[in-house]
């Protein structure tokens, strides 16, 4: 165990203990001591491939003794021609083009950046208003900290954080009939923000972390989307966490009949091997770029790198070789399965799900769904429970409304097998029932 301040690594918790991580294999991960954790969230959802990566490995290693860096404005590389290729013959024909950065949060930064500059070629600079929901989470660095309605991310940066219009996210379990879930709210906001001043509107199309694997209504896309192209605004999916598989599709926007302006990408586009986003655009918006400025105004030395589009094209092609996308979709009774005896613990008020992104969500009345109060940090309790029962999950709080709500998200690596998913209902079920409110 390492714990601050005997340590010299800035630590990301400085308030407990953290175990020292030295393996892993299939969806297990070793600590030092020889504990063993059955990861059930890949992470931060990350791990789709699990934790044997030895193709990735080499062809990491392999495209680093061939050229390990060369910078994007001065040339491109087999790597991220190839993995650009691999992408777009899994999207539809009109997003064409792929540019690759590092994280999710700066894949979205520059997503919105390049929403800006496709306007003010078109010379529609008046465009200026982002929408996103509330809740929502898009990452962590100012811009895509602004667009996140996640308030205990949100206050300590606010006076930083450029204005953002907001509407609620689908709640289908608590608000089924409201204009946030059927998709009349983006419309309403569109007009009401000027609907020659929105320039987009940034969404999840099943809503990851901050939602907790929450499906929308069949009519929601097709109405956000057509409203959306109608005013104008492009609509930014951001499938960070639920693209590539996760939700058992390749990408979540393909259940719902409509293809957005612009998809980032990240997390699972190179399993966790090595920091890998992308920003893929629809053909038109790159051609204005291309007959405006003649290049995307933005600039990252790590952007397009060699050897992470490496370790994205070997997933990919483990994705298709080990049919992994069929099989989060196969695996997705056997996971809600696994969950569904805890809907009967008393502190539970939902069990719910779709490819391998499920959630457990915890309430204080499962008669009127009310949420714990924030104070008794139901979900960070019920994960660390879980951690000592030898589980990884992943705790989210802010679910309801961007400040209350409790879940733990359970979100396995592709390649868990079914006696794994027992043992993960299995290991929450206890840990739940060592969870006492506070
Ligand atoms: C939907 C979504 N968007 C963006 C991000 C930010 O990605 P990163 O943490 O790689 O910056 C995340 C991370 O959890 C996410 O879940």
Redesign the pocket.
């Known amino acids: 165990m390492v714990r601050f301040p005997e340590t010299s690594v800035f630590l990301r918790r400085l308030d407990r203990d953290l175990p020292v991580a030295v393996a892993a294999e299939g969806s297990w991960i070793v600590g030092a001591d020889g504990r063993r954790w059955l990861d059930a969230s890949g992470g ?2 990350v791990a789709n491939l699990g934790h044997d990566l030895d193709d990735v490995a080499e062809a990491v290693a392999e495209q680093i003794r061939t050229l390990g860096y060369v910078n994007g404005t001065q040339f491109t590389t087999r790597a991220a021609e190839d993995l650009a290729v691999e992408l777009a013959r899994r999207l539809p024909e009109e997003l064409a083009y792929v540019y690759f950065l590092s ?4 894949a ?1 930064e520059a997503a919105i950046k390049l929403a800006r500059q496709y306007h003010v070629e078109r010379r529609e600079g008046g465009r200026t208003r982002l929408i996103a929901r509330v809740p929502s ?4 660095t100012l811009a ?1 900290l602004a667009l996140s309605g996640r308030e205990h991310y949100r206050a300590l940066y606010a006076p930083w954080l450029i204005e953002v219009d907001r509407v609620p996210a689908p709640d289908p379990l608590r608000r089924p009939a409201a204009p946030g879930t059927t998709g009349e709210a983006v419309e309403a906001e569109i007009l009401r923000s000027g609907a020659d001043r929105v320039a987009a509107f940034v969404a ?1 199309p099943v809503g ?2 901050s939602a907790g694997g929450v499906v929308p209504p069949p009519e929601y896309w097709p109405r956000v989307a057509e409203a959306c192209r109608r005013h104008g605004v492009l609509w930014i999916a ?1 499938e ?2 639920c693209g590539l598989g996760r939700t058992g599709r390749w990408f979540a926007f393909e259940r719902f009949g409509v293809v957005p302006d612009i998809l ?1 990408l ?2 699972g586009l190179n399993a966790g091997a090595l920091p890998l ?1 992308a920003v893929v655009a629809r053909r038109e918006i790159v051609e204005t770029v291309a007959a405006g400025r003649g290049a995307f105004v933005h600039a990252q030395t790590y952007s397009h790198h060699p050897a992470a589009c490496s370790a994205g094209l070997a997933t990919l092609r483990r994705l298709e070789k080990d049919r992994l996308v069929e099989r989060a979709a196969a695996l997705e009774p056997a996971l809600l399965a696994a969950l569904e005896p805890l809907a009967e613990h008393p502190a539970v008020g939902d069990v719910r799900g779709v490819g391998l992104l499920a959630a457990v969500e915890l309430v204080a009345d499962r008669r009127t769904l009310a949420p714990f109060p924030r104070s008794e940090r139901m979900a960070e309790r019920l994960a660390e429970a879980a951690f000592d029962e030898g589980l990884v999950v992943w705790p989210n709080a802010g679910n309801v409304d961007g400040v209350v709500g409790d879940l733990v998200v359970v979100a396995p690596p592709f390649t868990v097998t079914e006696a794994e998913l027992g043992e993960i209902g299995a290991r929450l079920a206890r840990a739940l029932r060592r969870l006492r409110p506070a």
């Open positions: 931060a959802v994280s999710g949060s700066e979205i989470y898009h990452g962590n895509a999840e990851g972390s951001d960070v966490l980032v990240g997390k986003s």
